[in-house]
């Protein structure tokens, strides 16, 4: 299993600005993912974070928008640019060793944008 | 592209019945199969998988889980509940093209005393 640690575990913003949320994991992975969700609801994909090159958006999110880093093997960010109160919502990291393993998850993000 | 179902929102039973908590799945090819639980407030945890071999899987907590490949189907199961095992529960699918996971809305189980 993987470890996965999440910073800040949740922040209060205002609109306009933008926060960057950093996750850690705790050996070497693979695959790195961001992740949003509304309490009580389903996980949206984000994006794939890529080691050494841009991150792969799915549709409806742009980079200008959600900036993605992944420096080396254990870590990513993910930043919220030029925040609105549509933004407020849970962020969580998620990592996998390949196809055929399942995905961890780090504790999320909680966002509210004032 | 993948994507997977959870026809049921809301799923209740008593303690000690057994439970089942339904998913189905489109994808090409064979697909990489998950079920996930989460605790109010908590992050996602992993309880089974199917990746090939037997369609019966154990997961942790007592959960089980039967893939159908002629239903397209991956229904979790137990067979006892507990007032404990009350959480939210997504299935989750990846297909042989793409390394992301894909989610079902969730269905929450509730397990009364």
């Known amino acids: 299993s993987a470890v996965i640690s999440q910073k800040p575990s949740r922040d209060i913003c205002q609109r306009g600005t933008s926060l960057t949320i950093q996750c850690q994991v705790d050996s070497q992975v693979t695959m790195m993912f961001w992740y949003r969700q509304q309490p009580g609801q389903s996980l949206t994909l984000i994006a794939t974070?890529?080691?050494?090159?841009?991150?792969?958006?799915e549709s409806g999110f742009v980079i200008d928008k959600f900036p993605i880093s992944r420096p080396n093997l254990t870590f990513s960010t993910l930043t919220v640019s030029n925040m609105s109160p549509e933004d407020s919502s849970i962020y969580l990291c998620?990592?996998?060793?390949?196809?055929?393993?399942?995905?961890?998850f780090g504790p999320g993000t909680r966002l509210t944008v004032t | 592209a993948q994507s997977v179902a959870q026809p049921e929102d809301q799923v209740n039973v008593a303690e000690g019945n057994p439970l089942t908590v339904k998913c189905t799945y489109s994808v090409s090819g064979n697909p990489y199969l998950f079920w996930y639980v989460q605790y109010p407030n908590r992050g996602l945890q992993f309880l089974l998988k199917?990746?090939?071999?037997?369609?019966l899987v154990k997961g942790s907590y007592g959960f089980e889980a039967e893939f159908n490949k002629s239903q397209t189907s991956f229904h979790l199961k137990k067979p006892s509940a507990l007032v404990s095992d009350s959480a939210l529960y997504f299935c989750a699918v990846r297909d042989l093209n793409n390394n992301d996971m894909r989610f079902g809305a969730g269905t929450r189980l509730t397990v009364k005393p």
């Open positions: 974070a890529n080691q050494g090159s841009e991150a792969t958006y």
């Open positions: 199917y990746i090939t071999g037997d369609n």
């Open positions: 998620s990592a996998g060793r390949g196809r055929s393993y399942e995905q961890y």
